[in-house]
């Protein structure tokens, strides 16, 4: 039986939240560290799922998971040593 909207946000909204005040501390520990010799493309690659998880596109899971994921490579075999 699949749950309604209000039930999903009712359900979850504790937890999401946490997760939110998660990120929300380390952008914090990150600012208060300097922000001298972090990777640009790591910071890029954060941002870039902030905003899929603003936006009004669908299947935002996948979407972040494909933004985090490697490219894939024939030879990923090799390249392991498999």
Known sequence: ????????????????RAKILEIAAFYDRLDQAGAGELDQRQMSLLK?????????EPEKAA????????????????????
């Open 1 to 16: 039986m699949s749950r309604s909207a209000k039930e999903v946000l009712s359900q979850e909204f504790l937890q999401t």
């Open 48 to 56: 870039k799922g902030c905003q899929i998880l603003d936006d009004d």
């Open 63 to 82: 979407r972040v998971q494909l933004l985090f994921s490697r490219e894939f490579d024939e030879k990923w075999r090799q390249q392991f040593g498999i």
